[in-house]
Structure formats: C-alpha cells, structure tokens
C-alpha cells in the first residue's frame, strides 16, 4: 500500500493572487510558487503536520470560511513582535499543554492563520 509522503501544497482563491503571496512572503517567509526554474520555491523543515476536518458548525474559525491554516513557528513570541511591527493584528493567543502555543492573524483577505509554537 502506498501513502502520502507530507503535505505538497494548499491551493486556494483569492482576488489578488499577486498582492496576497507578496504579503505572505513579506510576513510569513513563505516563497510564491515558483514560476520559472529561476525561483526558489518555499521549503518547510519537517515536523508535525495535523490534518484535521473540523465539523460543518465549528465556531474554532469563521463561519464564513472553509479552512484556516497553520503554520509552525519556532519563536512564537518574536513572530508576534514582528507581525506587530508590521501593523498586523494578533488575536487568540494561548497555549495548550503538552501542544504548544497558540496565536491567530488574518491576512488581507480575511483568511485565519493560525501560529503554533509546538510544545518542546
């Protein structure tokens, strides 16, 4: 039997495609995808990846969403100083034990993005 080696990509819609992969370049260090060999594409270093369906009626994200990503940080409080710096609103700060620690931002377009600092 054959399975998946790791999450390959998370496509999604957007009104500015250009403008929004600049902001999570800018923010998050997350490459575009590339376009030319030229490119360098974003490459994550291993670790936990949690692939969980949520129920239809959860109140864990907007309602109006489908999804909500998360991304793994290794210094949760220097992410959210610098998100800051950069005007950018954090909510939802927490921690979970055993987890890690927890906090959300949206980018320009109202998608949340959740940071986790897994547990050590």
Same mark, same amino acid.
């Given at each position: 039997?054959?399975?998946?080696?790791?999450?390959? $990509?998370?496509?999604? +819609?957007?009104?500015?495609?250009?403008?929004?992969?600049?902001? %999570?370049?800018? *923010?998050?260090?997350?490459?575009?995808?590339? /376009?030319?060999? #030229?490119?360098?594409?974003?490459? /994550? !270093?291993?670790? =936990?990846?949690?692939?969980?369906?949520? $129920?239809?009626?959860?109140? %864990?994200?907007?309602?109006?969403? /489908?999804?909500?990503?998360?991304? +793994? =940080?290794?210094?949760?409080?220097?992410?959210? /100083?610098?998100?800051?710096?950069?005007?950018? @609103? =954090?909510? *939802? !700060?927490? @921690?979970? !034990? $055993?987890?890690?620690?927890?906090? +959300?931002? *949206?980018?320009? @377009?109202?998608?949340?993005? #959740?940071?986790? @600092?897994?547990?050590?």
């Amino acid at each position: 039997m054959q399975y998946v080696q790791g999450f390959g $990509g998370f496509f999604f +819609r957007a009104k500015d495609p250009a403008g929004l992969a600049k902001w %999570y370049q800018d *923010h998050l260090g997350i490459n575009p995808a590339p /376009t030319n060999m #030229e490119m360098a594409p974003w490459v /994550t !270093e291993s670790g =936990v990846t949690v692939f969980s369906p949520f $129920g239809a009626d959860t109140d %864990y994200f907007a309602a109006d969403k /489908t999804f909500m990503l998360n991304f +793994r =940080v290794a210094d949760l409080d220097a992410m959210i /100083t610098q998100l800051k710096s950069a005007d950018i @609103e =954090v909510s *939802h !700060e927490s @921690e979970m !034990e $055993g987890i890690g620690r927890f906090a +959300r931002i *949206h980018d320009p @377009e109202g998608n949340a993005i #959740e940071l986790w @600092e897994p547990a050590s």
